[in-house]
């Protein structure tokens, strides 16, 4: 489980340093694509267990997660969207 | 050799090894590697090289990232990186789909390795130094041993069960066959289509499709495969319409084929900026919706509308039963689903989404429709899957709640029968192909406009009962939209007017 891939939405904050939420990120090894109003970021779920301080597994999505503290100036919101599936 | 009009040889969408193995020959007084030889020369000794030119190859060969795993009076077998083969020969290695026998008479496709560049010889698989001075004469790289797929036919089998075919079918009664003739194919168009992958099945190679070769977003996956079949199955629908426009398939799905990337497969999709986007995928929320939409539905909303502000036409289905922000947004062309039985009679599929959105301008899902099969299961398309996929295993069994008999292939053949709005999506993407590639200079919004006041009024039927349950009536309606495609409705109107 701990493998499992999985995206999250981060919202900006007005007037976010955003370098320095991109380094954090890198620093973790959690990756992101810039988004309009934020980024999406992504990993696997054992990364994001380990550096947001909260376990995805326990979550049921759509769900807003808790912003590390690190990153509360720059980040106003974490969002873990419902999942997407294929309409077959 | 050609088998069903099956090239010797094609695109390959598998990634090149880490390591390739390959024997290096040493330079002898005599070389098999000169064009004009094609015997073997009998005198003792005619190809061995000086063991001293033999200890210089081989220490330079390791400065270079080489390995040696064997050695001979004639040359070395070698490990190696590609980078190290092409710092060799100054050629690209590349890899490529071969048409081989296989066992019990079987052919099979097989992925080869092969040196391409201006210096080096035509023979496959076969490479020069770069330079003379290094006392190679040859660099041979190993064919595979390894299989890479089983071969699936690039021809459908029958099923007992009413059907339609790509692209024969699924052309004819969306009236696309006399724009191909009069050469309208889409040309020239690019669509994206983020999905769970894409699997080069020879349905694809014979009908001389173009699909670049797929990308990854969720790391470690494999680009050349599609565990559930169902991007590979859906992308058949865009060339029915399409023929021409060139695919570029994104793999959105973990090694399990579950769909955990599909908003990066879109913000990619975007990025490499096509006509058009076709995504048949959604998540499925409360309806009626409990307030308005929340602020992950406004984040994705507002990347759709930056792709359609970008000029890209955006096209999601509708749901099958299910409510989704994707299709809702204003400018998407959201595809539905009208079912057409054996007597050419159109209904609203029950199988699809149908709706009037109370978010955003209160726009009506869907746009329009494409051809999508009725309840329990939607079999009704027969579409090209990998062989054992989730999909081709799935659809060859029964459904025990609903009950549903088995679509009539096998568990393996690389067939399945399966719509939903997911085939709907791609078939409108290629019928916007099929405009744009005629009328480059159309937006998004015109090509919808052509679409829709050119479409097949839908009087019968009803969208997805259990949640929906609107009617198709006369005139634009709930469930069906304006209607199904006419194609060349489509095309007419959009020469007439844009």
Known sequence: MSEQHVELILQWEADAN??????????????????????????????????????????????????????????????????????? | MMRFGLPVETVSDNPLPREI??????????????????????????????????????????????????????????????????????????????????EAGYHFYRTHLDIIGEQQPSVFGVGRARSAHVKIDGVVLEKPHVLHSVFPSPSPPNSPKFYLTVPDDVAAILNSISAHRSGAVGSGVAVAMPDTGFYRHPFFTVQHYEVATPITVVPGTNRSKDPVGHGTGEAANIFALAPGCTLQPIRASDNQGNLVAAIAGFLKAKEINPRIITSSWGGDEDYPPLGPPNQMDLAIAAEIQDAIHRGILVVFSAGNGQFSVEPQVPGVLAA????????????????????????????????????????????????????????????????????????????DDGWAL??????????????????????????????????????????????????????????????????????GAALQYATGHF
């Open chain 2, 336 to 411: 539905g689903g009208v079912f057409v039985d054996q007597n050419g009679s159109p209904r609203a599929s029950d199988y699809a989404s149908g709706y009037q959105s109370t978010w955003f301008d209160n726009p009506v899902v869907p746009t329009v429709c494409g051809l999508v099969g009725m309840q329990p299961r939607a079999q009704y398309l027969m579409l090209p899957v990998p062989p054992g996929c989730e999909l081709d295993r799935e659809e060859a069994g029964p459904s025990i709640d609903p009950p549903d008999p088995p679509d009539g292939t096998t568990a």
């Open chain 2, 21 to 102: 193995l390959g024997y290096i020959s040493v330079r002898g007084p005599q070389s098999v590697f000169d064009p004009a030889v094609t015997t073997l020369s009998t005198a003792a000794g005619a190809y061995q090289a000086t063991p001293t030119d033999r200890a210089e190859v081989s220490r330079n060969l390791q400065n270079q990232g080489f390995t040696i795993i064997a050695e001979s009076p004639l040359g070395v077998s070698v490990s190696g990186p590609p980078g190290a083969y092409e710092d060799l020969t100054g050629g690209t290695v590349v890899a490529k789909e071969r048409l081989t026998h296989g």
């Open chain 1, 18 to 88: 955003t370098d320095r939420v991109r380094d954090w990120l890198r620093q973790r090894g959690i990756g992101f694509m810039p988004m309009q109003s934020g980024l999406l970021i992504f990993g696997n779920k054992g990364t994001f267990d380990q550096h947001l301080s909260v376990s995805l597994d326990n979550i049921t999505p759509p769900a807003q997660i808790p912003v590390p503290p690190e990153l509360q100036n720059d980040v106003k919101s974490i969002m873990l969207p419902s999942p997407r599936r294929p309409y077959a």
């Open chain 2, 418 to 487: 399966f719509s939903g709005t997911s085939a709907a999506a791609p078939q409108l993407a290629g019928a916007a192909a099929l405009l744009l590639g005629a009328k480059p200079a159309m937006t998004p919004a015109q090509v919808i406009e052509a679409l829709s006041r050119t479409a097949v009024d839908v009087v019968v039927g009803r969208s997805f009962p259990q949640r929906f349950n609107n009617p198709a009536t006369p005139g634009p309606d709930l469930a069906t939209g304006a209607g199904l495609i006419d194609v």
